[in-house]
């Protein structure tokens, strides 16, 4: 149940008009019974759960396998996400980093909502930081959603960074261009003109990482045009659920050599995960680990997980 608190906690907060920066914002009169949209504050229904809260980073850590660095999804933070996953490996012996990506200063801790070109910068950064602080020869990368997206996009655009990343983990990424539950297609019913307006109204409600992985977004024809998606030395493993109705298999799937893509029902076939369920889905962690250790170990049981 609690579960499910923070979820829709943090959805209708990510999805409010207070979580978006406005360029013109309309002031509210002193009198008004309105909610102070200039609190831009974090919920106290996030902070206060115990769910809420990753470790921190500790470049000092040791461990004999690779430091793993865990990207959240859209409109996430580090402090929610992945970071039940990110405690777990921790207790598992693996050093553990993980930031915010793509926030605007108005609104700090939601994350993922900038350009996807300029996250992926901020990402490689982290990259290469961890690394250099811990002085590890490799360094794994895991992702949930646009995260999952950043997993993969990252070693395939920014320099360098193939050659310093073994594995990536990628939890229902929208390679192929993310549909919205069929929203998509009405933003080209118009053709190119309606696809225009779609994207500049994104834009204006401060996601323009919402078109850029959206199908014909900027992210989404990076993909298609490249020669190779996953980089040569890159270990990927795509894991997905056939109950994601958000990010179907086939939108997340990489057919190239060498690509493991892995459908949780096949090892779990009783677990109908959806695609925001994929963060904590214990079916789902022993994939992770799995593919991390390149071993098909039962490191934890089959369970039932969230269908959203």
């Known amino acids: 149940m609690r579960f499910s608190v923070l979820l829709i906690a943090q959805t209708f907060w990510s999805l409010s008009a207070r979580a978006l920066p406005s360029p013109n914002p309309t002031p509210i009169p002193e009198d008004a019974d309105s909610p102070d949209l200039s609190n831009t504050s974090i919920p106290d229904a996030l902070r206060l759960d115990e769910l809420y809260g990753a470790p921190d980073n500790d470049f000092n850590c040791k461990s004999e396998r690779n430091p793993v660095v865990l990207l959240h999804g859209l409109s996430a933070d580090r402090e929610v996400d992945l970071n039940m996953l990110q405690w777990e490996l921790n207790r598992r012996g693996?050093?553990?980093?993980?930031?915010?990506?793509?926030?605007?200063?108005?609104?700090?801790?939601?994350?993922?909502?900038?350009?996807?070109?300029?996250?992926?910068?901020?990402?490689?950064?982290?990259?290469?930081?961890?690394?250099?602080?811990?002085?590890?020869?490799?360094?794994?990368?895991?992702?949930?959603?646009?995260?999952?997206?950043?997993?993969?996009?990252?070693?395939?655009?920014?320099?360098?960074?193939?050659?310093?990343?073994?594995?990536?983990?990628?939890?229902?990424?929208?390679?192929?261009?993310?549909?919205?539950?069929?929203?998509?297609?009405?933003?080209?019913?118009?053709?190119?003109?309606?696809?225009?307006?779609?994207?500049?109204?994104?834009?204006?409600?401060?996601?323009?990482?919402?078109?850029?992985?959206?199908?014909?977004?900027?992210?989404?024809?990076?993909?298609?045009?490249?020669?190779?998606?996953?980089?040569?030395?890159?270990?990927?493993?795509?894991?997905?659920?056939?109950?994601?109705?958000?990010?179907?298999?086939?939108?997340?799937?990489?057919?190239?050599?060498?690509?493991?893509?892995?459908?949780?029902?096949?090892?779990?076939?009783?677990d109908v995960v959806g695609h925001a369920g994929l963060m904590w889905d214990k079916s789902v962690w022993r994939l992770v680990v799995n593919a991390l250790e390149e071993n098909n170990d039962v490191v934890f049981p089959c369970e039932i997980g969230m269908p959203v």
């Open 94 to 270: 693996y050093c553990t980093f993980s930031l915010t990506y793509g926030a605007w200063d108005l609104v700090p801790w939601i994350g993922g909502l900038r350009e996807m070109a300029d996250s992926a910068k901020d990402i490689a950064g982290f990259v290469r930081e961890v690394k250099d602080k811990t002085g590890a020869e490799k360094v794994d990368i895991v992702g949930h959603s646009e995260g999952g997206v950043q997993a993969i996009y990252v070693p395939m655009t920014q320099d360098g960074i193939s050659d310093i990343v073994e594995h990536l983990v990628a939890l229902g990424p929208a390679i192929h261009g993310a549909e919205y539950l069929g929203v998509t297609d009405l933003w080209y019913i118009g053709g190119e003109a309606t696809r225009s307006i779609a994207k500049l109204v994104q834009r204006l409600i401060g996601c323009p990482a919402c078109d850029d992985m959206m199908t014909g977004g900027a992210v989404y024809h990076d993909f298609k045009s490249a020669d190779k998606i996953v980089q040569p030395g890159n270990k990927a493993t795509i894991i997905m659920s056939s109950s994601d109705i958000l990010v179907k298999p086939d939108v997340s799937r990489i057919d190239e050599p060498g690509v493991n893509n892995v459908i949780v029902q096949d090892t779990c076939p009783d």
